[in-house]
């Protein structure tokens, strides 16, 4: 498989666009080409085990890059713990994401990344990864690279923005591990770290990668979630059509899930769940696609502004607005409908959401039809947001953070700055 640059002529392996990040003239890479899966593939999917699904799905995308042998290693690593769907009412599911080691969805992407990478990277070399994060991309980041040998990882996170579970994960690991707390917004961490890739006298001094969902490493094996969650509902569908409410901050993921449904995974529509950060609810019902300053909310993984994966969305649909509505159905909620919705999920039916997943089912009730099954995506675990769930559900339990001897580094939203601590070992 060879990879597209949005931006520029460039044409790349996996490995390179694994090892580049970003691509020339600050472009994403994008699959030249969508493989179609077998139909009786999914005809006997209930038969496979995970990983042969995952690898399955996943081998197209690295070929010329890894061998299956590798590819199924790495995915066996990556899924080594579980991605269930569970029944809420009616014909409502939820498909928990929160099993990992960060109880949050990236863990997958972020695992498989490393792992990549440790391939990738020449023995005696050393490569620093670059993420930005509202929050749990740095915490992934962090558990899934930590002790990689050779690799540096440096996370830049807003001041103030993450909360301080999400903190703690980033800034107690040390080791090759460093947290940069940034006096900004996540869009500026993440301009930023662009800003980095796009200067070449930077990357010929420090082999320079990228953990966001810019990766290609990181979005990509986000798809799997969408063939297990089929895996575990195609005796429920019954002839009825699946829709997919996917929370979106940064839109890797349900970029993600657009290429499964590319490659013949049965989900009729997609809702793209906002928060108060509703760029692209705006762009669905407006055509125009007018990025803003992010603003602060209880969904916080989501307070992006600026959506780096949009460009790929349009790449894959060709710019074409139709096109996109037909496959994603747009929603936006504020903060205050959030704890509404946290709270009325569980006096009716006793299942505690985070906000982000609150912002998920609510987009998934506003949209169902009849002779739908509906699956939304419960993107992390609800001790992590405990502040947030205990003012719609008082009685729910609030553990206190020791942040006491984590090691984070305070600075400015300065690019001079910025590169200084890069090139800091």
Not at 131 to 144: Q, R, Y
Not at 254 to 276: C, E, W, Y
Request: negative net charge; contains cysteine.
């Amino acid at each position: 498989m060879k990879y597209l640059n949005t931006r520029a002529e460039e044409v790349v392996s996996f490995k390179e666009a694994t090892l580049n990040g970003l691509g020339a003239k600050g472009g994403l890479y994008v699959p030249e080409s969508i493989p179609q899966l077998p139909a009786s593939f999914y005809e006997e999917i209930e038969n496979l085990n995970d990983v042969e699904i995952a690898t399955t799905a996943l081998w197209p995308f690295v070929e010329g890059s890894l061998t299956r042998e590798e590819l199924q290693t790495i995915v066996s690593e990556t899924l080594s713990f579980p991605t269930p769907v569970k029944h809420i009412y009616d014909d409502v599911h939820v498909l928990e994401l929160f099993h990992g080691p960060t109880m949050a969805f990236k863990d997958v992407g972020a695992r498989f990344m490393s792992r990549c990478l440790s391939r990738f990277v020449e023995k005696g070399s050393e490569t620093t990864v670059l993420v930005a994060t509202s929050g749990d991309t740095g915490s992934a980041v962090a558990h899934g690279f930590a002790n990689v040998e050779g690799i540096k990882v440096k996370i830049l996170f807003p001041k103030g923005k993450v909360s301080p579970f999400q903190e703690y994960q980033m800034t107690s690991l040390g080791g090759n591990i460093q947290a940069l707390e940034v006096d900004g917004t996540f869009d500026d961490c993440q301009a930023l770290v662009k800003q980095a890739f796009s200067y070449s006298n930077l990357n010929e001094q420090v082999q320079l990668s990228s953990a966001n969902s810019i990766n290609v490493a990181r979005f990509l094996p986000q798809m799997t979630y969408y063939f297990l969650a089929f895996k575990q509902l195609k005796k429920m569908l019954s002839g009825k059509k699946l829709i997919v409410s996917v929370p979106s901050g940064n839109f890797g993921n349900i970029t993600a899930g657009l290429i499964a449904k590319r490659m013949g995974l049965p989900i009729d529509q997609f809702v793209a769940a906002n928060n108060s950060n509703n760029t692209f609810y705006e762009y669905l019902d407006t055509g125009n696609y007018t990025p803003k300053k992010s603003v602060a909310t209880y969904s916080n993984a989501m307070d992006v502004g600026a959506p780096s994966n949009f460009e790929r969305i349009e790449f894959l649909y060709d710019k074409n607005l139709d096109s996109v509505k037909s496959d994603i159905l747009g929603f936006t909620l504020t903060d205050e409908q959030t704890l509404d919705e946290i709270k009325h999920v569980y006096n009716l039916h006793e299942y505690v959401l985070d906000p982000h997943g609150a912002v998920g089912h609510a987009g998934l009730k506003a949209h169902l039809r009849k002779n739908e099954v509906g699956l939304f995506l419960e993107t992390a675990h609800p001790k992590k947001f405990e502040s947030v769930v205990k003012q719609a559900l008082p009685s729910y339990p609030i553990h206190d953070v020791n942040l006491q001897g984590c090691k984070k580094i305070s600075m400015k939203n300065s690019y001079a700055e910025f590169v200084n601590h890069i090139l800091t070992p």
